[in-house]
């Protein structure tokens, strides 16, 4: 016989929001946790490839929201064992990235540029940039 928990797995949805939420670390989430969502991803990298790509990329990129998740560190934590599906969605995030980074991309002068742009934009810019940093190494 064997035994059954009442208490529902998390599905591939739900881990994928903690890991690219910010704070997937063992020191946020307790030793346990972490090492149980980390054992999952690696038991199934394409699934949580494939959620990632249906729910951020392509038609549901959103640069807002994509400022604020670290889809970079779920890529890093698989680039091992999907080397070119990783490196195929790195370069699809960066082309994403790069199409909203043009004005940034394009500015002269940075800081003429944040004077007239929103503080909350300059950060939405900072943070993406940082996104992309992470990207361009897997890509390299």
Do not use: K
């Not at 990632?52 to 698989?78: C, I, K, M, T, W």
């Amino acid at each position: 016989m064997t035994e059954h928990s009442d208490t529902p797995q998390p599905s591939v949805e739900d881990d994928l929001r903690v890991i690219v939420g910010g704070s997937f670390n063992p020191a946020a989430l307790g030793p346990e946790p972490y090492e149980e969502i980390l054992a999952r991803l690696r038991a199934n990298p394409d699934a949580y490839l494939d959620a990632a790509e249906q729910q951020f990329l392509g038609a549901n990129f959103d640069a807002n929201l994509q400022s604020r998740l670290h889809l970079p560190y779920l890529l890093q934590l698989v680039a091992d064992e999907r080397p070119d599906r990783v490196r195929a969605l790195a370069e699809q995030l960066l082309r994403q990235y790069d199409s909203v980074m043009v004005i940034h991309d394009a500015a002269a002068d940075p800081q003429a540029l944040a004077a007239v742009l929103p503080d909350e934009t300059m950060s939405l810019l900072h943070r993406l940039d940082d996104r992309r940093r992470a990207l361009q190494e897997l890509v390299a």
